[in-house]
């Protein structure tokens, strides 16, 4: 069974960092692209990065790009979101997801995390 | 920025068909995913590829497309359906989802 756990969220100031972690178990975790997906409150799912297999490739949404990076560790099937110069409206559920083949821009996500909730806010 | 459009509501009573459309530009040269989200709980892909059903998802669930629209519906919708459900696509290696519909089985 696909398992996908996130950690790391929590409340921080504006301008501050945080660093989300996904640990996945499961499935041959470097087989496959790994993604980040956010939902604010309320609100609908937004794309926020992704990475291949063998993070040769990657890709982020406009809002994050510059601020947040992806990465992640095949050794330790595990997925990372640093996310610096957090701003307000980076305030959302993250998602981990898996998707359903090694490349990140053309599939689809099969698996999901139950989320970790970031709050940025003063 | 690259948009996929959705109403944002549809009702249907049970056992009747639901039909849940999203719209963009080009929409007919990319492949259109289809997720359901339920209160309080995480997406669930329900279609891929225009019009493929994962395993364990119902066969009342189906997808189609005709140029920049794709459709997902919901035949014979049952009480569980009620839920959030958002089309995605890919453009310029940039993830992009629809605005989401909610569907209220009444």
């Known amino acids: 069974e696909v398992q996908l756990m996130e950690s790391g969220g929590g409340l921080v100031q504006p301008g501050r960092s945080l660093r989300l972690s996904c640990a996945a178990s499961g499935f041959t975790f470097d087989d496959y692209a790994m993604h980040w997906v956010r939902q604010p409150p309320g609100k609908g799912l937004e794309w926020v990065s992704g990475i291949n297999w063998n993070s040769g490739d990657l890709g982020y949404a406009d809002s994050v790009k510059g601020r947040f990076t992806i990465s992640r560790d095949n050794a330790k099937n595990s997925l990372y979101l640093q996310m610096n110069s957090l701003r307000v409206e980076d305030t959302a559920l993250y998602y981990c997801?898996?998707?359903?083949?090694?490349?990140?821009?053309?599939?689809?996500?099969?698996?999901w995390g139950q989320g970790i909730l970031v709050t940025v806010s003063s | 920025s690259y948009e996929l459009t959705q109403p944002p509501s549809v009702s249907v009573s049970p056992g009747q068909t639901a039909s849940i459309t999203c719209s963009g530009d080009?929409?007919?040269?990319?492949?259109v995913s289809w997720y359901q989200q339920k209160p309080g709980q995480s997406p669930v892909l329900v279609i891929y590829q225009d019009r493929k059903r994962p395993s364990g998802i119902p066969d009342r669930f189906s997808g189609s497309k005709s140029g920049s629209t794709a459709t997902l519906t919901i035949s014979g919708t049952q009480a569980m359906d009620e839920a959030d459900y958002y089309c995605?696509?890919?453009?310029?290696?940039?993830?992009?989802f629809g605005t989401g519909t909610r569907v209220t089985v009444l």
């Open positions: 080009k929409l007919g040269d990319k492949y």
């Open positions: 995605q696509a890919w453009d310029s290696k940039t993830g992009v």
């Open positions: 997801a898996k998707d359903a083949g090694p490349g990140y821009s053309t599939g689809w996500w099969d698996s």
